[in-house]
C-alpha cells in the first residue's frame, strides 16, 4: 500500500528504489582479465543476428567507468541496484577454473555500492552462458544445471559477507524458450524439444543455486525474477480462448507451477506431446528435480513489460498478438497496459 504523507503518494517503510542492468548489455571489456566468449558474443558476431551488427564489446563500458556510474546512481538517490555476473568472467571455461580477476571485478563493485549507500541485488544469470558449455550441449543437457551450482557456490562463497540480496535467473522463459526455439536470443536455436528441456535445467539449476547460496550466506535472501506477458482471448471465440491458455501455460504456468511445487501444468505437457515436441515425455525429469525446483524462495521478481492478445492461428501456437490501434505503445512495440499488471500482481498473490 501507498502512504499518504502531507497529501502526497510515499513509498512504504522499508521500500527499496532502484535500477537494473544487465552484465553483457553494459560492461564490454569483453576479453579482457581473463574473460573468454559467451553464448552472447557469439550470437551477435553472427552476421544479421542484431541491428546493424553491434555487440557487447565496449556496451556503456561499465567494466572501467563504473566508479562514475556509482556516483551517478547515488546522485539519483538509488537505494538499490540490480546488476548481473558475467559467467564467463568468474567461470571461463563455464566451471572448474575460477578467474580471480573477475571475482575481484565485482568485489569492487559491491564496495563502492556499499560505500554510497546502495544495495546490491547481484543476478547470477542474465543469459550469458559460457560458450564452452554451449558446445557441450547448453542448457538442455543436464550438466549445464550442475555448472550453474558451481557458480553459485563460487560467487557467493566470495561475495557473500557483503551481499545479502541474490537472484539467481533472470526471466528463464527468454533463456529456454527465445534462445532454444524462437532463436532470437543466444544461442538461436529453434527446436521446441531442446527448449523445453531447456527450461528444465534453467528450473533446476535455480533449486541447486538457491541452496548452495543458503549454504555460504546464512541470511541470504534469495528469489527469481521470472517474465510475464498476461494472455486476453481476441475474440469470445473457443479457439482464441484456447490459444490464449496456451500462451498462459507456455509463458506464465510453466514456470510459477513449477517454482511452487505444483510441477509442471499436465494440460502443457499433453499439448506439448500432441504437437510432437516431447517425443519422450518428460524422460529428463529425474526424481527429486521437482523438489530441488521448489525450494522455498524469500522473494519472487516479477519482470512485466506487455500484455498478449491471443489470436488463433492453424494451430494453437501459431497464433499471434493481434495490435490494438487504440493503445498506446512502447518504443519497442509493447503495448502500454498496467490493468494487465494490476491483475497479474493480483493473480500472483491470490493463486501462489
Not at 6 to 26: D, H
Not at 141 to 154: M, N, W, Y
Not at 256 to 285: S, T
Request: charged letters at 20%; proline letters at 7%.
Amino acid at each position: 500500500e501507498f502512504l499518504i504523507v502531507n497529501e502526497e503518494l510515499a513509498f512504504p517503510e522499508g521500500f527499496l528504489w532502484g535500477a537494473a542492468t544487465s552484465a553483457y548489455q553494459i560492461e564490454g571489456s569483453w576479453d579482457e582479465n581473463g574473460r573468454l566468449p559467451s553464448i552472447w558474443d557469439t550470437f551477435a558476431k553472427t552476421p544479421g543476428k542484431t541491428k546493424n551488427g553491434a555487440t557487447g564489446d565496449v556496451a556503456c563500458d561499465h567494466y572501467h567507468r563504473w566508479p562514475q556510474d556509482v556516483a551517478l546512481m547515488r546522485d539519483l538517490g538509488l537505494q538499490a541496484y540490480r546488476f548481473s555476473i558475467s559467467w564467463p568472467r568468474i567461470l571461463p571455461e563455464g566451471r572448474g577454473r575460477v578467474n580471480q580477476a573477475g571475482l575481484d571485478y565485482y568485489s569492487r563493485l559491491i564496495d563502492g555500492l556499499l560505500e554510497a549507500g546502495i544495495t546490491p541485488f547481484p543476478t547470477l544469470y542474465h543469459w550469458e552462458l559460457p560458450q564452452p558449455l554451449q558446445d557441450a550441449g547448453g542448457w538442455p543437457t543436464r550438466e549445464t544445471a550442475h555448472a550453474f551450482a558451481e557458480l553459485a557456490d563460487v560467487t557467493s562463497h566470495a561475495l557473500g559477507d557483503r551481499v545479502q540480496n541474490w537472484i539467481t535467473h533472470n526471466e528463464p522463459w527468454c533463456t529456454s524458450f527465445l534462445g532454444y526455439q524462437v532463436g532470437i536470443h543466444a544461442p538461436g536455436l529453434q527446436d521446441w524439444n531442446a527448449a523445453i528441456k531447456a527450461s528444465h535445467h534453467v528450473l533446476l539449476s535455480h533449486g541447486l543455486a538457491v541452496q548452495r547460496i543458503r549454504a555460504n550466506v546464512p541470511n541470504a535472501e534469495v528469489g527469481i525474477a521470472v517474465n510475464f506477458e498476461p494472455a486476453t482471448p481476441a475474440s469470445p471465440s473457443p479457439e482464441d480462448v484456447a490459444a490464449a491458455r496456451i500462451w498462459d501455460g507456455y509463458y506464465f504456468r510453466w514456470f510459477v507451477d513449477a517454482l511452487n511445487g505444483r510441477f509442471y501444468p499436465a494440460d502443457m505437457v499433453d499439448h506439448y506431446i500432441k504437437q510432437g515436441h516431447l517425443p519422450n515425455g518428460l524422460d529428463f525429469v529425474q526424481a527429486g528435480d521437482m523438489e530441488t525446483i521448489a525450494t522455498p524462495l524469500d522473494f519472487f521478481g516479477v519482470n512485466y513489460y506487455t500484455r498478449h492478445i491471443a489470436q488463433a492461428g492453424e494451430s494453437l501456437e501459431d497464433h499471434r498478438s493481434v495490435p490494438n490501434p487504440d493503445a498506446e505503445y512502447t518504443a519497442m512495440g509493447w503495448k502500454v497496459h498496467p490493468e494487465s499488471f494490476y491483475k497479474l500482481l493480483n493473480r500472483l498473490y491470490f493463486e501462489y
